[in-house]
């Protein structure tokens, strides 16, 4: 006679309530932390573009100390993601950075006045927008 012997020991790996309550969280986090890397990532590309203008500014404003005009005046190189633009006249310039790629849309200026424009998609302001939710 043969005697059968049933093991109580559980079988091991994951059930599949298990796998998807995993499947779910990890789901989650990745939708508050991509769009909030995404944020971070366009942060330091305006950094970059507002970092420009304001050198830009400087070396205008040198360039007018040492010439008593801005006609011709020395543009600031365009970065990786902004097209850095100047229009001047002998006594007025703005220098316009116009983003492109991840930062589209965004277009920041600066004038002989130290006057600050943003447009784009975190709003519009005399100010430099520089972080989703800031204002002027």
Same mark, same amino acid.
Request: aromatic share 10%; glycine share 8%; charged share 10%.
């Given at each position: 006679m043969t005697q059968t012997t049933h093991s109580t020991a559980p079988e091991g790996g994951f059930s599949l309530i298990e796998l998807l309550v995993t499947i779910g969280i990890i789901g989650l986090l990745a939708a508050i932390a991509i769009p909030s890397y995404r944020e971070h990532v366009r942060r330091g590309y305006i950094e970059e573009a507002t970092g420009a203008l304001g050198s830009g500014r400087?070396?205008?404003?040198? #360039?007018?100390?040492?010439?008593? $005009?801005?006609?011709?005046?020395? %543009?600031? &190189?365009?970065?990786?993601?902004? &097209?850095?633009? %100047? +229009?001047?006249? &002998?006594?007025? #310039?703005?220098?316009? +950075? $116009?983003?492109?790629?991840?930062? +589209?849309?965004?277009? #920041?200026?600066?004038?002989? &006045?130290?006057?600050?424009?943003?447009?784009? +998609?975190w709003g519009s302001g005399n100010c430099w927008i520089v972080r989703k939710g800031d204002g002027c």
């Open positions: 400087v070396a205008v404003e040198q #360039y007018f100390l040492d010439n008593r $005009t801005y006609v011709n005046v020395p %543009c600031p &190189a365009s970065t990786s993601r902004f &097209a850095v633009s %100047c +229009a001047a006249t &002998a006594t007025t #310039y703005t220098i316009t +950075a $116009t983003g492109s790629g991840g930062v +589209a849309g965004f277009i #920041y200026t600066i004038n002989q &006045a130290d006057l600050r424009t943003t447009a784009g +998609a």
